[in-house]
């Protein structure tokens, strides 16, 4: 039973693990949160590292600087 006045999120990994830092971006990419097409321009990109019995595995995501801003105050 959930908790009055408490919002239930889904869990995403990616945001415990993710290092976000800033970037220009040359070739094309695809907003996490919004999925328009960013290129030329700075963002945050977002790298979260996987370990496990094999290789590391890298996921990557990116962020306009200002959804980025409001996304995180959000969090």
Same mark, same amino acid.
């Given at each position: 039973m959930p908790?009055?006045?408490?919002i239930?999120?889904?869990?995403?990994s990616f945001?415990?693990?993710?290092?976000w830092?800033?970037?220009?971006l040359w070739?094309?990419?695809?907003s996490?949160l919004? +999925?328009?097409?960013l *290129?030329l321009?700075f963002?945050y /990109?977002?790298?979260a590292?996987?370990?496990?019995? +094999?290789d590391?595995? *890298?996921?990557f995501?990116?962020h /306009?600087?200002?959804e980025?801003?409001?996304?995180s105050?959000?969090?």
């Open positions: 908790i009055p006045g408490m239930h999120k889904p869990y995403d945001n415990d693990r993710a290092y830092r800033l970037k220009f070739l094309p990419k695809r996490a919004t +999925g328009r097409w *290129f321009r963002v /990109e977002g790298i590292m996987y370990t496990g019995p +094999g590391p595995v *890298f996921e995501r990116y /306009e600087p200002t980025h801003i409001i996304w105050l959000k969090q």
